[in-house]
């Protein structure tokens, strides 16, 4: 991780999910807000492993209002990301649907999609990989 951590590993953890949802919060607000429903942060996530400890995993969906064109809400949405200090890359799914992928500058990803017929902007989200004390066990879920 880019960001110095607290040593205490439930502080830590909290860190973590902290600057990823800052990240969250920063990346749905390059969406215009007439063009949303509503905006749904999960108060919770997974702690999953990864290469050199564990991440954070967290997410945002947020419903667009009738007859606004979600690739293009998409297509914006990952532009404006670039603008605002984001790389963003993208690829295809099986479906053919595009999915990009943003990393702020302190590592956090997030993966941004469409469902529901390309009415919902659902955003994934992942910490850095972060190191926790040899015999802690984090929750699955925090």
Request: charge should be neutral; glycine fraction near 8%.
């Amino acid at each position: 991780m880019k960001n110095e951590l607290p040593a205490d590993p439930q502080d830590r953890i909290a860190a973590a999910k902290r600057m990823t949802q800052k990240a969250e919060s920063r990346v749905i607000a390059l969406v215009p807000a007439a063009k949303l429903m509503e905006v749904e942060q999960l108060d919770t996530g997974a702690i999953l492993s990864c290469s050199s400890g564990y991440r954070w995993t967290g997410g945002v969906r947020a419903p667009l209002h009738s007859g606004v064109d979600g690739k293009a809400v998409q297509a914006a949405l990952a532009s404006a990301a670039s603008d605002h200090g984001f790389t963003v890359t993208d690829d295809k799914l099986l479906t053919g649907k595009t999915r990009y992928k943003l990393v702020d500058d302190t590592g956090v990803e997030l993966l941004v999609t469409m469902y529901k017929r390309e009415t919902l902007v659902n955003i994934t989200s992942a910490s850095p990989c972060f190191s926790l004390p040899e015999g802690f066990h984090p929750p699955s879920v925090y």
